[in-house]
């Protein structure tokens, strides 16, 4: 069965400090897609990256970035030189079969950047 | 270029009403899904609609209705509703035909029920 486990409920860190968002995931398909996805106080989820299971590489998008292990089936994300306005509520998701049809996601991790 | 909207933003009900809560996906986009998000977890599928069909369903009951229209523009319905419907209800959309497309939320309904 797919599952998504975010093992961290909420984080506070100081501005400018990196921080790391846990995501460690359940499937039993060869191919799948893994997404992080921001909520802030607005409510509307923004889509951050979408992984493909067959491409381990890692990612960097500005102070973003991402860290794909198959081998513990991990796919967490780092924010470098954080801000306030990272402040969220950030959710890790997978969905099966190369497919967004259904995407299952986490509990979230409560991110608090403190100034 | 819209994203994808959702209307009302804020619905208050009582137990046993029934609601319907409106999406129009982000131009050029022909699917739509709905999530159910209870205050602290993560969004849950409720199903997706694809040529005016439902096209696939996760575990919520058949209280849970949908429907989508030529225009690709959707609604969800609840019937007799219960107070554990509280909620912020997800659209995100899609376009079928592209593999390489993922699904784009909108700002969510947030339904409390009395």
């Known amino acids: 069965a797919q599952k998504v486990t975010q093992a961290q409920t909420e984080i506070s860190v100081v501005e400018k400090e990196d921080v790391t968002l846990d995501c460690v995931y359940e499937?039993?398909?060869?191919?799948?897609?893994l997404f992080w996805y921001k909520q802030p106080p607005s409510g509307e989820l923004v889509f951050l990256i979408r992984r493909n299971s067959f491409d381990e590489q890692n990612e960097i998008s500005g102070r973003y970035s991402w860290n794909f292990q198959k081998s513990t089936s991990s796919f967490n994300f780092t924010i470098t030189a954080s801000q306030v306005v990272d402040s969220a509520v950030y959710f890790c998701?997978?969905?099966?079969?190369?497919?967004?049809?259904?995407?299952?996601f986490g509990k979230g991790t409560r991110l608090h950047i403190l100034p | 270029d819209a994203g994808v909207t959702q209307s009302p933003t804020h619905l208050i009900k009582t137990r046993g009403q029934q609601v319907t809560l409106r999406c129009s996906p982000k131009s050029g986009h022909d699917t739509v899904s709905w999530y159910q998000q209870a205050l602290g977890q993560g969004p849950q599928f409720i199903f997706q609609?694809?040529?005016?069909?439902?096209?696939q369903r996760g575990n919520f009951p058949d209280r849970f209705s949908g429907h989508q229209f030529p225009n690709y523009s959707s609604e969800l319905n609840v019937n007799a509703l219960l107070l554990g419907d509280s909620a912020l209800y997800l659209c995100?959309?899609?376009?079928?035909?592209?593999?390489?497309?993922?699904?784009?939320f909108g700002p969510g309904t947030r339904l409390t029920v009395l």
């Open positions: 995100a959309s899609s376009f079928v035909g592209h593999s390489t497309d993922t699904q784009y």
């Open positions: 499937t039993r398909d060869t191919t799948y897609y």
């Open positions: 609609y694809y040529e005016e069909e439902e096209r």
């Open positions: 998701a997978l969905s099966e079969e190369n497919r967004d049809d259904k995407i299952i």
